[in-house]
Nanobody
């Protein structure tokens, strides 16, 4: 699976961004997808994940109620809608695909994901 993330940018606190991750290669619809982020000097952090069917989603506590993950299996794309952005959301955001098809539940650790996009930078100013 090849992943291409896009949609990052610079916004003020309270603003919104929508990240996209386009997938190619293997059957996209079979894999759990996740979004992670990495702030300067910090480790890679799980943000959100969505099951292969789209029926199950999982979020880290700090983004619940503000971020929404979704997927369009017909177009091999996963999205992360980010609202009410805060300066602490500033990071490089990565999309990732679980390497095992039809895997449940949604994993939240980086080692559970085998395929990674190149990252897109989100900067939130106060």
């Amino acid at each position: 699976v090849q992943l291409q993330a896009s949609g990052g940018g610079s916004v003020q606190a309270g603003g919104s961004l929508r990240l996209s991750c386009a997938a190619s290669g293997r059957i996209f619809s079979s894999y759990t997808m996740g979004w992670f982020r990495q702030a300067p000097g910090k480790g890679r952090e799980f943000v959100a994940g969505i099951s292969w069917s789209g029926h199950s989603t999982y979020y880290t506590d700090s983004v619940k109620g503000r971020f929404t993950i979704s997927r369009d299996n017909a177009n091999n794309t996963v999205y992360l809608q980010m609202n009410s952005l805060k300066p602490e959301d500033t990071a490089v955001y990565y999309c990732a695909a679980d390497g095992i098809p039809y895997m449940v539940p949604v994993a939240s650790t980086p080692r559970s994901y085998d395929y990674w996009g190149q990252g897109t930078l989100v900067t939130v100013s106060s």
